[in-house]
């Protein structure tokens, strides 16, 4: 079935540096989403992608639809302390209902 | 506050029983979608209703089951409960069949004794 992969699985970053991540698949996706999962809590969704090649901001962070429509990339800036969490991407699969979710990214944030 | 109430927030229960989770979608939300969440994993899809009608099936065990009701409000039950099923269970909601936005719930955490 459709899988998504997330990289890193975790990092650990200083305050104030800039964040990378990404995740992709082996089936073409209609839509990427992001979300963030603090610790007992539901994902919130951040940005939400609908268009091959499209970016994206909210605030600090700006994501990617990739072009081949099987990737996208999140870039957090200038991280902070609240930004710890469990990162998330999501989409539905070309021809399916689906709504499958990656495998996520853990952000530590050392002040 | 996403607009999708999950109720109850904790449920604990022992081997061999049945318990009912429910969830009430964001109001004009047609779609639902029910996730299990073991600990320090990510989210394993189950089951997706839309207006009423099951509409994709992830890893969902037979001994699980759903629906969605006329007034859009869905169950999730669970029974002949093992110790594994302990895990947090989220329902999200959406406008659309596929290709929207999902907003979650606070999940329900289920631990089984």
């Known amino acids: 079935g459709q899988q998504l992969n997330q990289s890193p699985q975790s990092m650990f970053i200083q305050e104030g540096e800039d964040v990378s991540m990404n995740c992709t698949s082996s089936?073409?996706?209609?839509?990427w989403l992001w979300y963030k999962q603090d610790p007992g809590e539901g994902p919130v969704l951040l940005i939400a992608?609908?268009?091959?090649?499209e970016l994206t901001s909210n605030g600090r962070l700006t994501a990617q639809f990739g072009i081949t429509r099987k990737d996208s990339f999140l870039n957090i800036s200038a991280s902070i302390p609240s930004d710890v969490g469990i990162y998330f991407c999501?989409?539905?699969?070309?021809?399916?209902?689906?709504?499958?979710f990656g495998t996520g990214t853990r952000l530590k944030v050392l002040a | 506050d996403s607009g999708v109430t999950q109720t109850p927030k904790h449920l604990i229960t022992a081997t061999g029983q049945r318990v009912t989770l429910r969830c009430s979608p964001r109001?004009?939300?047609?779609?639902v979608y029910w996730y299990q969440q073991s600990l320090d994993q990510g989210l394993q899809f189950l089951i997706q209703?839309?207006?009423?009608?099951?509409?994709a099936k992830g890893n969902i065990l037979e001994r699980f089951s759903a629906q969605q009701f006329p007034d859009l409000h869905s169950e999730l039950n669970l029974s002949s409960l093992e110790l594994g099923d302990s895990a947090l269970y989220f329902c999200?909601?959406?406008?659309?069949?596929?290709?929207?936005?999902?907003?979650f719930g606070q999940g329900t955490r289920l631990t089984v004794v």
């Open positions: 999501a989409g539905h699969p070309s021809g399916t209902y689906k709504y499958i």
């Open positions: 999200a909601s959406s406008v659309g069949k596929a290709n929207t936005e999902a907003f």
């Open positions: 109001s004009g939300d047609l779609s």
């Open positions: 992608l609908y268009k091959a090649g």
């Open positions: 209703y839309y207006n009423g009608e099951e509409r």
């Open positions: 089936s073409i996706f209609n839509t």
